[in-house]
């Protein structure tokens, strides 16, 4: 009978094992319980990933995943957490829940998400959102073609940076560096208290 087991455990695991080679890659989700389950999440693209994700536990049960079912997923280094996107220029997909790529963790986050091109959106590869989310949890939306007037608005509480933000200091492609030096500095005045 152990053999017959372990035959097949040794069966499920080697077909898992040459699932992940494929189109999955190893990684895991988190439940909105706070649970985390590892296995294996079938990699898509920027606009799959961020509506619904396959994923195969260790025992083989697959099932499919969107951002109302679970909290957060992540393969590679990639975390991508469930979110609601009530902001001003989402469009199609405002008041509903994604998962958004957490680009930066920390008190003050950088999180993207992807929509389709429009005037509000002039990158070039996929089009795409961030958001910002400070310690007290207020989000602001950034669109890289409004300049810096939302990006200083977003870190007034820092008014150095802020002044910094709207004098120029900062590239477009600095964002992480304005949240790192925002954290940096927040974590300071934590520690004076």
């Known amino acids: 009978m152990l053999r017959i087991i372990f035959f097949f455990s040794a069966f499920i695991y080697s077909n898992l094992i040459l699932l992940a080679q494929d189109d999955y890659q190893e990684g895991y989700i988190v439940s909105n319980q706070g649970d985390t389950i590892s296995g294996f999440i ?49 469009g199609l997909f405002s008041d509903s829940t994604l998962f958004m790529v957490r680009l930066i963790n920390g008190p003050a986050k950088l999180y993207r998400y992807y929509t389709r091109r429009s005037a509000f959106t002039l990158q070039k590869g996929p ?17 890289y073609n ?48």
């Open 146 to 193: 409004f300049k810096w007037k939302r990006v200083a608005d977003a870190f007034a509480d820092h008014p150095s940076l802020s002044r910094e933000i709207t004098n120029g200091l900062y590239s477009m492609e600095e964002i992480d560096k304005i949240i790192r030096d925002y954290n940096t500095w927040y974590l300071e005045q934590l520690n004076e208290r």
């Open 127 to 143: 089009a795409y959102f961030d958001i910002i989310e400070k310690p007290d949890g207020k989000q602001f939306e950034i669109s």
């Open 42 to 90: 079938e990699v898509g693209n920027f606009f799959k990933d961020q509506r619904s994700i396959q994923f195969i536990d260790f025992y083989g049960v697959t099932a499919v995943y969107t951002a109302e079912r679970i909290s957060a997923f992540g393969y590679e280094d990639k975390e991508y957490v469930s979110k609601k996107t009530p902001y001003l220029f989402s």
